[in-house]
């Protein structure tokens, strides 16, 4: 038996997830120091920030472009 095996979760209930990750982030809280946390949020900032700025644009005009979005919110949009 490998050492994943044993800590695969299996099937449960919402209670015994929430406890599952509860338990995860406390002993990630305490093994990780202030300056790692800080590196780890700056790090998820600046990968998401730049796919957020080119993502979620895209995602917009594709809308507007395809006349899925009413003419009103597409004028609102151009305001912006």
Known sequence: MRNSKQYTPGPANAGQLCRFWS?????????????RWALAA???VMIAYPIARIVIPAILHDIVAHDIVPDVVRTVLKLI
């Not at 338990?23 to 300056?35: F, K, Q, T, Y």
């Open 23 to 35: 338990a995860h982030v406390d002993a990630l809280d305490r093994h990780l120091s202030v300056n």
């Open 42 to 44: 700056v790090t998820v």
